[in-house]
């Protein structure tokens, strides 16, 4: 169970790295709140999916 929900989170950051790589680039072309709220949100996506990974692999060393 936890390689499937591991890999399936994984897959989840991937697929927001492209989203993130083109809100940065719109940032740095527009310097607009909107786009700042944007960059946010994706890694604060991102921070939390890695914080899960980080848990899982926290729970399998304790076992």
């Known amino acids: 169970?936890?390689?499937?929900?591991?890999?399936?989170?994984?897959?989840?950051?991937?697929?927001?790295?492209?989203?993130?790589?083109?809100?940065?680039?719109?940032?740095?072309?527009?310097?607009?709140?909107?786009d700042a709220r944007v960059v946010q949100a994706l890694e604060e996506q991102i921070n939390t999916l890695v914080d899960a990974l980080i848990a899982i692999d926290a729970q399998e060393l304790q076992r």
């Open 1 to 34: 169970m936890n390689d499937t929900l591991k890999k399936d989170l994984e897959q989840q950051v991937q697929n927001l790295y492209g989203p993130l790589e083109a809100a940065n680039i719109a940032l740095y072309n527009s310097n607009s709140v909107e």
